[in-house]
């Protein structure tokens, strides 16, 4: 028996989320990255194999580097030979990216130090069709230097009540950010943000208020008043999921809770 860490990407277009879902409790049946990658283990193994992310996307959000594990009941496969073996019965819209032994007792969501996040914004007036699935398009550029002073105060223990979607069920809205900023790519606004962990729908919470707040041509003292209010009704929209990657996950340094 040994303890098996994926990195997998995935574009998310196509599915509902990284969680499995019952069947039985949903009308129809839904796919998700989480299902998808366990039949594949299945057809390897012989067996029913669990897998454990490190963070649940929600559905149309993509992962550059989603962290997976699995106990796997065959110590025979050589670690190296997983990738491809795991990608041969994988559709193309998931791939794994690395396979490697962990340490006894490793998983991937509890053992997570920080998870960060990217999120893409066309400025472009007519991006590319191609990158439709994968931006925002937004259609101006809008003032970094005032995003960026916002984003400043995203910074160590807060409490994230004002950018936690409704039905989440976390048992506390505080949250640690390690860093927020945003950063141009030609005409592409770049946000990212890493933390020991997020709220449902937290990311795009984030951005959409960011965003409406420039725009509406507030500043560093309504952002901060919104964080000390703790209510969702005064941040902004929740921009769309399709601009949303997971981008990294670190099992190094010390972790935080929860």
Request: aromatic share 12%.
């Amino acid at each position: 028996m040994r303890v098996i860490l994926l990195y997998l990407s995935y574009d998310g277009t196509d599915f509902c989320g990284w969680q499995k879902q019952e069947h039985e409790k949903q009308k129809e049946k839904v796919r998700t990255v989480q299902e998808v990658l366990e039949r594949a283990l299945e057809i390897i193994h012989k067996q029913k194999v669990s897998v454990q992310g490190s963070g649940r996307t929600d559905s149309g959000v993509h992962a550059r580097y989603q962290a997976a594990t699995f106990i796997s009941p065959i110590d025979s496969i050589p670690v190296e030979n997983y990738v491809s073996a795991i990608n041969s019965s994988l559709p193309p819209d998931v791939r794994i990216q690395s396979a490697s032994i962990a340490p006894e007792g490793f998983n991937a969501r509890y053992s997570a130090v920080s998870r960060t996040y990217r999120y893409f914004i066309s400025c472009s007036k007519t991006p590319f069709a191609h990158q439709m699935r994968y931006i925002w398009s937004l259609r101006r550029f809008p003032d970094i230097a005032v995003l960026n002073e916002m984003a400043a105060s995203l910074h160590g223990e807060l409490d994230c009540a004002c950018f936690c979607a409704s039905g989440d069920e976390s048992l506390s809205t505080c949250r640690y950010i390690y860093h927020a900023g945003f950063f141009m790519e030609g005409e592409t606004l770049v946000f990212e943000i890493s933390a020991n962990a997020f709220l449902w729908k937290m990311v795009r919470s984030i951005v959409g208020t960011l965003i409406d707040y420039e725009q509406k041509g507030y500043g560093c003292k309504e952002f901060i008043r919104l964080l000390e209010t703790k209510d969702r009704s005064r941040a902004g929209q929740t921009a769309p999921s399709a601009g949303l990657f997971l981008w990294h996950v670190s099992f190094s340094g010390n972790r935080v809770h929860p």
